[in-house]
Every structure is written in C-alpha cells, then in structure tokens.
C-alpha cells in the first residue's frame, strides 16, 4: 500500500451577505472548490449563533475538506479549511483529531504556508474512553445513532446551536472504516452537502426516509454493533472494541465477495484450458 502524501493545504473563506471569497490561502489551493463548499453551507438564519462548529466532505475527486467554522467579530463566519489527501484520510478517520492538531486563525491573511501530518497514527480508541463517553453522554441517542450509521442511514437532529460533544462522541462509536467513508457536520446551516451525521437548524423533509431524527434514534431497534460494542466496553473487555472497530463495511463485504467469485472464475477458466 503506498504511503499515503502527509502534506495538507489551508485555507480561511469568509462569508457574509455580499458571499464568500478566500481571504488567506496555502499555493495552489483550489478556490473556486472551497467557496462551492462553503456557499452550499447554507445561509445563516436569522438569530442564529455559530461560535464554533467543525464538518468534513469530500474536496475534488481525491482530497477530503476538514472544515471548523466559526462567528467572527466582524459579523461574518470563517471557514478554515484543511484539505488532504483522502489516503491520508482513510489513514487517520477522525476528522475532529485533524482540526484539533492545528491551531485555528479565523484572522488569517494573504498566503498560508502547507501543513504536514506527522508519520505517526492517531492515538487507538480505548475502552476507558468510551465508559466515560458513554456514562456522561447520551447514551441511548449515542448508540443508537451508530447503530443507524452502520446500517446504512443518516442522522439529522434539529437544533439551533452546534452540537460538538454529540457528534464527536459518536464519531468515536463507529468502527474505523465505516467512519473514513461518512462525513459529519456537528453544525449546518442546510442540507445541501448531504452530511451523513449532522445538526441544523431546520432540517428539510425527507421523502426517501433514510434520515432519522432524535426520537427514532432513541428508540432504533438494538442490532448486533450496538449491542455487542456497548456489551464490550461496559465490560472493560479492550480486545472485543477492538474487533468490532476493525470490522468491515457493507461495501467492503461486497468487494470481498466480487473479488472471491472473480478469482474462482479465472480459476474455473485456467484450469479448463490446461
């Protein structure tokens, strides 16, 4: 597997009733891209605060957006980007541990220089983490909220402020490679970039009823990840959490799945030749 590139770009993108422009950026960093992504952040609405929210999503074809976003004294909101290489990404898979590594300026100007990630990975989960996680959080909108991920679907919450400590909490509920192919918004203005875990202030209705809202989280039907993970770390048991966030995706499953019929085809076709 190649190593994946550790350098990453920034950028800070205001945005104020006249729109959003980059005000301070690294060399060669896509513009156009980050105020695609900040306009589709949606616009403020009236009364509403934003003191500091973080999102992740995709930036191009291959690099991924860590965004923290926050009120600024003049009145506009900054947005600082952090873009990476989405092997990298995969690498690291938490978005929040990304944003908290640099220090964030939303008075930067005129050029940035690149950042570079460590060649080291991010601390492993532990199951002490999680007790408290779980013992000072809510439980039942924590677990069943993983749960709905891991099955396939969103969770959108209505509120009216950012929503941090929960969707960083269940971040860390997640196994590792179902979280690199999500994207959270601990606050949104809109809908329109489809976070996949998001809080916002008026969520649109939902024809295709794959999101869920605070209600059905609490009351989602316990399946197999959320029983055993909650099983495991009121347990103290370090080895089982470990097993269930190493654990596949659906999609990773499948991929086996093709690759084992693939192989037995090519198999079944040399062997009828010889």
């Known amino acids: 597997m190649p190593t994946p590139d550790r350098t990453i770009a920034q950028a800070l993108v205001l945005a104020d009733g006249r729109g959003v422009r980059v005000v301070a950026a690294s060399e060669s960093f896509d513009e156009p891209e980050a105020e695609r992504i900040a306009t589709l952040f949606g616009p403020r609405p009236a009364g ?4 500091r929210a973080h999102f992740a999503c995709p930036f ?6 860590v965004v923290a976003v926050g009120d600024r004294p003049d009145g506009t909101l900054g947005f600082r980007f952090l873009v990476l290489d989405r092997g990298l990404y995969r690498l690291l898979g938490d978005p929040f541990a990304i944003s908290d590594r640099f220090p964030i300026d939303l008075a930067a100007k005129g050029p940035l220089p690149s950042l570079e990630w460590p060649a080291e ?4 989960r532990t199951v002490h983490a999680l007790q408290s996680l779980l ?3 809510d439980t039942s909108l924590l677990l069943g909220g993983a749960q709905a991920l891991v099955d396939g679907g969103r969770v959108v919450l209505k509120r009216c402020e950012p929503q941090e400590e929960l969707i960083r909490g269940l971040w860390q ?5 179902t979280r690199t192919e ?6 949104a203005f809109s809908d329109e970039l489809r976070f996949d875990a998001a809080a916002m202030p008026d969520p649109p209705s939902d024809p295709n009823r794959v999101r869920h809202t605070e209600d059905g989280l609490r009351d989602y039907p316990q399946s197999r990840y959320e029983l055993n993970l909650q099983i495991a770390v009121e ?3 370090q080895l089982e959490l470990d097993r269930l966030l190493a654990r596949r995706t659906s999609d990773d499953t499948i991929r086996l799945g093709l690759t084992i019929i693939a192989i037995a085809v090519v198999a079944a076709v040399i062997f009828k030749f010889l």
């Not at 509403?48 to 003191?51: E, F, I, L, N, V």
């Not at 191009?60 to 957006?65: D, I, M, P």
């Not at 509920?173 to 490679?177: A, N």
């Open 60 to 65: 191009g074809k291959s690099r991924v957006a």
């Open 135 to 137: 013992q000072s959080g």
């Open 173 to 177: 509920l997640l196994p590792s490679r």
């Open 235 to 237: 347990n103290g048991d």
């Open 182 to 187: 999500l994207w959270p918004a601990t606050f």
């Open 121 to 124: 990975p991010l601390p492993p």
């Open 48 to 51: 509403t605060a934003c003191p």
